[in-house]
């Protein structure tokens, strides 16, 4: 009796945690013979490209767990409905079967939900012996039902730690300008949120942060930009890539028409960009700097948070435990945050369709009412999933002998 | 009697950490009374902005020297010549007579240490008992006479786990594209130099790896990736800001010409961007992902090198020791590699006028024949300077149950 687990879509630091959780923990009560890995998702699986993660030595699995990025490799893949994919159901169930496979274990977003709720319902309606659950992982924190994802706390923490470090080095001149930073996050303003948990001596370092659950008001941008800058001299901006205009249409998207670069191609030049042109446009300063944190954001393992590494472990060994329960195909592992203070979370299921083809974007109301930046209950939310503890000191803020 | 240390010119992770070496050197020695600490280098201590770094608390040095970017401020002002320039030489004396000092110290690249010995020159010409010694500090390691300068291992350490780590993000799916991550080095190439020491198994991430000492040539570029990206469907590209076509114009200004943003300004894409757009237009693929690091090499301190820090606290603590010497005006304190087997190295004066206005290129005999990557004996020299140890396991590679 085996099972196995795979990984899909976006990479995170600590997806191979999971992974690494369900192996060790089926090391600990022998639930299944083997523990197979799929490789490339659902993708490679079809292709019989499968690893026997139980013959990995503990020091393997520990390099393994270390590891940022899906060590079983990813895919794209979104399953088709049984109806017109019937050929590759069937087939996936063959070589689960003949690998006398029990339970499948998908290690994704919410594509990779819709994917576990189908093949979980295809199996019961057939009644193929095989239990098909969800570990969620994504840096975006965007899955319905679970206080937050696996992946989003080590994001969050790079995220802080470059705005805390880059802020530093915008700020060594007597004339300083603009530092805009660009966190992912295309639907939801988790990541561009966690700006704001950068701080100096208690103050936060962003003076705006810009997540897309707000529309983007150009005119009030620049008034703010303007204000500050000219009792500062210095602005430190966070934007999220996802930030759209009144029309809907992103931002970054918007500079198409007309940029282009010398062999013709039009450029998207990001959301920095766009607002560093904007700045320099509106004739503020032309001292602007624009910082994409692209995928760093993503496989940073070497900045990781430590609660999300636990975090990731621990939904990959409750799926184990949960795997021997007829209940748990279809479901997803959910964190429930049970303590926020002395900050403590356990696992619990949910069924993988309430999760599936949903986002769940930032709460509305924790956006402050300028749209500028992000409230109190939203820091106290953001910060146990960090363990950020970073104190600094520069001295040229004071001048006395 | 009295000290003031100041620092100029670009922010490094560990440019306070020799700040630190200096005052804690003098609470041992107690050979100043105070060692001040000049605002912004030259510029803030001719409008006096000085402050008493003797009054610090030891806990807050020790955030201090955690601490990344010129926390003192810094400057980019180049003093110009006695004769063109008397009062200004006039007027930093009499501050620094009216504070008894008899040393200054100064934390820069070349052209600070241009300012420390003109300030040395004139000091003994007319006969002031006031010493001027220069302490080296940039990551672009382009300084003459010093086998490497404090603030380079932290940029080489975090340019290697960067490369690293997005390596391991470029990898995941089955049909991967390529992967261009652009380092600092406007003159120099060994920051880029540095991503040949990302390797995982052994064996480097980096495919190519393009320094400015060696003049671009595209139509070489383009068969290396071509060749690449057929043998292995990927392909990593280390690529410095500086390169240059054969004409001696960067890659990235030539860009300039025809890409304009929206505002009709003209905008500089980077040669990451550059290289991206030449790969896409020839064909290869339209899978190319480009990522600048940006002043994030300069500052992540989060991932500092524990011998750059340690080796930037020395050339602090040594200043402070030669400067009862009276032979140590007009010098720049340098380090000696002792060994590089058992890495140890030690401190030792050079003229600083002998560094000043010098640029130390990378070594054209550590270049490849090719021109596409770096010599074994490079790597030996770059090595030690990171405490690079980073054992990572993706499972992609292998698929046998």
């Given at each position: 009796m085996n099972c196995i687990i795979a990984q899909s879509g976006g990479p995170t630091s600590v997806i191979n945690a999971s992974v690494y959780g369900l192996v060790k923990e089926n090391e600990r009560?022998?639930?299944?013979d083997n523990v197979y890995g799929g490789l490339n998702g659902i993708q490679g699986i079809l292709e019989k490209k499968i690893i026997n993660?139980?013959?990995?030595?503990s020091e393997q699995l520990e390099i393994f767990k270390n590891s940022p990025s899906s060590g079983l490799g990813s895919c794209r893949y979104k399953l088709k409905n049984y109806i017109e994919n019937k050929e590759e159901y069937l087939k996936l169930i063959e070589i689960l079967v003949s690998l006398d496979i029990k339970a499948f274990f998908y290690v994704g977003g919410n594509d990779s939900m819709d994917t576990t709720a189908k093949l979980s319902a295809f199996a019961k309606e057939k009644n193929i012996d095989i239990k098909f659950i969800g570990i969620p992982k994504t840096i975006?924190?965007?899955?319905?039902?679970?206080?937050h994802t696996p992946g989003f706390g080590s994001a969050a923490k790079f995220i802080a730690t470059s705005i805390l470090e880059t802020y530093l080095d915008s700020k060594v001149y007597r004339d300083n300008g603009i530092f805009i930073i660009e966190t992912m996050g295309r639907d939801t303003g988790w990541l561009a949120a966690a700006g704001a948990l950068a701080t100096l001596h208690g103050k936060p370092c962003a003076d705006l942060v810009y997540l897309p659950e707000k529309t983007f008001n150009m005119v009030e941008f620049l008034e703010d930009v303007h204000r500050i800058y000219k009792e500062k001299n210095h602005v430190y901006i966070v934007a999220s890539e996802g930030l759209r205009n009144e029309d809907g249409k992103f931002l970054a998207e918007s500079s198409i028409s007309t940029g282009h670069d010398n062999f013709g191609h039009s450029q998207l030049g990001g959301v920095g960009q766009y607002l560093k042109n904007l700045i320099i446009q509106s004739g503020i300063t032309k001292r602007v700097k624009a910082l994409e944190l692209s995928v760093l954001q993503r496989c940073a393992m070497h900045c990781a948070s430590k609660i999300d590494i636990e975090e990731a472990i621990m939904v990959g060994k409750f799926a184990l435990e949960i795997?021997?329960?007829?209940?748990?195909?279809g479901h997803m592992v959910a964190i429930n945050r049970?303590?926020?203070?002395?900050y403590s979370s356990s696992p619990f299921l949910i069924e993988a369709k309430k999760v599936a083809n949903n986002i769940k974007h930032?709460?509305?109301?924790?956006?402050n009412e300028k749209g500028n930046n992000i409230t109190e209950e939203a820091i106290n939310y953001l910060k146990p999933l960090i363990d950020y503890n970073y104190d600094l000191l520069p001295l040229y803020t004071s001048f006395a002998l």
């Open positions: 009560l022998k639930i299944y993660l139980s013959k990995m030595s975006d924190n965007d899955l319905m039902h679970t206080d795997s021997i329960k007829d209940s748990s195909s049970d303590c926020t203070e002395l930032f709460p509305k109301e924790w956006i």
